[in-house]
């Protein structure tokens, strides 16, 4: 089962980077090819290729944590977590993700796919911290 992990340091504070992330009704300005708890609706695009899914997202500003499971969907199961830890004058983030889509085929298509995407995504909240933060 496919499982992606991160940890990179991006130049802004961990309550900024917590800021963008956790702003999902954002998402569509910037990303592109996608203790409060919310429901949100998402879709993974790629070419003609599009599924919906509905996740449960848990913000806890205080541990500057995100945790996402996805309630209803494509995925037989979809979890990732944000963490946010400050270092210097910026922020490691920790970004982890593990799914397996219920399609064994989907499964074989999307691997190499979700790769890709996952370094996409990555980049889109950077780039957003930075069109919002940077002098």
Known sequence: MPELQT????PFAPDLMFKVVADIEAY??????????????MAIRYKIFMEHYTSR????RAA????VAQTQGPF??????WRFEPVGEGTKI??????ELRSRSM???MGPLFQ?????????????AAALYSA
């Open 7 to 10: 940890h990179h340091l991006v």
């Open 28 to 41: 569509p300005q910037f990303v592109s090819e996608t203790v409060e708890v919310i429901t949100t609706r």
């Open 57 to 60: 997202v848990t913000l806890d």
């Open 64 to 67: 500057l944590a995100i945790d």
């Open 76 to 81: 037989h199961f979809l979890i990732n977590t």
């Open 94 to 99: 920790h970004f982890y993700l593990n799914y």
């Open 107 to 109: 499964n074989l298509l």
């Open 116 to 128: 890709k995407l996952f370094k996409n995504f990555e980049s889109a909240f950077e780039k957003r």
